[in-house]
């Protein structure tokens, strides 16, 4: 499915003009038809799966338990 700039940003929650930046940068890729670039929607579904198993790395170590210091039991 093709979007719009406006479509896009709003889907990425990002202002317009940083998108609009971000395909003239060519950094998303997009069509231009004569009046408007057209932004293919299904090229950010890799990007929120990575950002989706990074979160989950970051919590998941952020819950591991700290282990006992080994030095503590040398104390004798």
Do not use: C, W
């Given at each position: 499915?093709?979007?719009?700039?406006?479509?896009?940003?709003e889907?990425?929650?990002?202002?317009?003009?940083?998108?609009?930046?971000?395909?003239?940068q060519?950094?998303?890729?997009?069509?231009?038809?004569?009046?408007?670039?057209?932004?293919?929607?299904?090229?950010?579904?890799?990007h929120?799966?990575?950002?989706?198993?990074?979160?989950?790395?970051?919590?998941?170590?952020?819950?591991e338990?700290?282990?006992?210091?080994?030095?503590?039991?040398?104390?004798?």
């Amino acid at each position: 499915m093709y979007m719009t700039l406006k479509e896009t940003a709003e889907y990425l929650s990002m202002p317009e003009p940083t998108v609009k930046s971000l395909v003239v940068q060519g950094r998303i890729r997009s069509i231009h038809d004569g009046e408007q670039f057209l932004i293919n929607q299904d090229q950010f579904t890799t990007h929120f799966e990575q950002l989706e198993k990074y979160r989950q790395m970051i919590i998941d170590y952020l819950n591991e338990p700290i282990p006992e210091d080994i030095d503590v039991k040398d104390e004798d």
